[in-house]
């Protein structure tokens, strides 16, 4: 409602209006009467300037209506030339990560296990070395290394690839229906494992890493390759489970020999944990081609041995030197009976006691001075028929008796003989120590009276009591002629 003399709006509860003071009509307070109403029994009022108003309005209302309402325009300032390179590199860094996160995840996930047989399986008959690394698990990262699979790829074969794609098929049954085991359990060789990275989720393969390991062999050393991988103590590991060509060196104090061969996992892939190691026992001694057994002589004891100038050692009943020198040289050198004894030779591959041999026959050298001085002295004590002439025997001995009355016999007899002494050879194979006597055996040669005569015997030598020497103890006619080819054992009279 509005004022009758100002036309400032009032309400039913104004006495006054506030504007103009003038007071608001009685009929209005009570009644309520409103701007355009008319109520019964009451007469319609409004002040005459109230009216002009309302009817300007009235027609400024309808103008409006029939014009077109103009929508508002908003003047944009340009944009700046930075804040537009702002904008595109944003965008063009925001397309780029979105386009690299999709490349990365295309690239280095593998979505789904059979996803990861297919690329597997591709990347293993290709021999694509770098893309079986990238399917590996980080548990595996011992296998990535470049030697590692330069070795493995070189020994790919048909037989390799099937074991591989057999079990991988079996694990991505195993997957695919649910039956999978932990990821930390221990059932095989060749497992499939989901991890989660920045990409998502992914699949790998986990190969357990094994190595092959040498068998000492006593007195040796041993190193061996694969590839360009080496040995260090005398063990190669972080080698996928495969087939492998090596090649050794067996090397001792007396020689090195190289030898070569092939190990196998195929046929132990069953025993291959999942976890922890696993060597293949590679036993080189069998490779070996060249070898010496030397056995004990223990009939002497303290007896020095060198094979090649350098010291053998014999703690049982032999030593086996192996790989063995080309030239095997060896010396032996003791005390028999008293009596120094040093000898060296070349060893005949043929004889099965080098050692024996030689400690023969440098006993069958002494025994031949022996035997020599002795039947010179008898020869010239039968000539001279002077029993006391003779040397070189145990003067105590039962044989000294009984050639001393041949002597004194044959000195007396109208049918002398008269004996010249040739030459003794004796037998070094013959030698036999035992309860402290040495036993050899000789041929001598002789004239008797002028007539060219052989006798052999079994000499008994012993060491003479006090003196680092030995003497005839005792004979027996032998009827074995002995030969000596070399000329090492024979000796023709001394004068």
């Known amino acids: 409602m509005f004022c009758g003399s100002c036309g400032q709006e009032v309400t039913s509860q104004d006495k006054f209006c506030g504007s103009c003071g003038a007071p608001v009509p009685q009929d209005i307070q009570e009644g309520g009467i409103l701007e355009g109403e008319s109520t019964s029994g009451k007469k319609d009022f409004i002040p005459e300037p109230v009216a002009r108003e309302l009817e300007t309005a009235n027609q400024e209302i309808s103008a409006t209506l029939e014009m077109p309402i103009p929508r508002e325009v908003v003047v944009k300032a340009p944009m700046s030339k930075k804040t537009k390179i702002i904008i595109g590199t944003i965008a063009v860094i925001a397309v780029a990560l979105y386009g690299g996160y999709q490349y990365a995840r295309s690239k280095f996930t593998v979505t789904s296990p059979y996803l990861l ?4 399986t591709t990347a293993l008959k290709s021999q694509d070395m770098a893309t079986l690394s990238s399917l590996l698990d980080s548990d595996s990262a011992d296998l990535k290394s470049a030697d590692s699979l330069a070795a493995f790829k070189k020994g790919i074969s048909d037989e390799v690839v099937a074991a591989y794609l057999q079990r991988l098929q079996q694990e991505v049954g195993q997957v695919q229906g649910g039956n999978a085991f932990a990821s930390t359990s221990d059932h095989g060789w060749l497992t499939l494992r989901q991890t989660s990275t920045w990409l998502g989720k992914s699949w790998a393969v986990h190969i357990a890493s094994v190595g092959v390991k040498a068998n000492p062999i006593p007195q040796d050393t041993v190193s061996f390759s694969i590839g360009n991988l080496k040995s260090a103590n005398e063990e190669i590991t972080h080698l996928w489970p495969s087939e492998y060509s090596f090649k050794g060196t067996v090397s001792n104090n007396y020689a090195q020999e190289n030898v070569n ?15 922890g190691e696993y060597d293949y026992n590679l036993d080189m001694s069998g490779l070996i081609k060249s070898r010496l057994q030397l056995n004990s002589f223990n009939a002497i004891p303290n007896l020095q041995i ?9 703690t049982g009943d032999n030593v ?10 060896l010396s032996v050198k003791g005390t028999v009976l008293g009596v120094p004894i040093s000898e060296k030779g070349t060893i005949d591959p043929q004889d099965q006691n080098p050692i024996q041999t030689l400690v023969n026959q440098g006993i069958a050298k002494h025994a ?26 145990d003067p105590n001995s039962a044989e000294r008796k009984s050639y001393s009355d041949f002597i004194t016999n044959n000195a007396a007899s109208p049918n002398r003989v008269k004996d010249v002494f040739l030459k003794t050879v004796v037998d070094p194979n013959s030698v036999n120590i035992q309860d402290g006597k040495i036993y050899i055996n000789d041929t001598e040669y002789y004239t008797r009276n002028s007539s060219p005569n052989t006798i052999n015997w079994t000499y008994q030598l012993q060491q003479i009591p006090g003196k680092s020497e030995w003497w005839v103890e005792g004979n027996n006619q032998d009827y074995e002629t002995v030969n000596d080819t070399t000329g090492k054992f024979t000796k023709l009279a001394s004068q």
């Open 306 to 314: 060198t094979l090649n100038d350098k010291p053998v050692t014999i």
């Open 117 to 120: 047989e297919q690329k597997f």
């Open 261 to 275: 061969g092939t190990v196998s996992f195929l046929d132990q892939l069953g025993n291959i944990p999942n976890y």
């Open 320 to 329: 086996l030197i192996s790989p063995a020198p080309q030239n095997p040289a």
């Open 368 to 393: 031949m001075d022996i035997l020599d001085n002795f039947n010179v002295a008898a020869t010239k004590a039968l000539d001279d028929g002077t029993p006391s002439e003779m040397q070189g025997d």
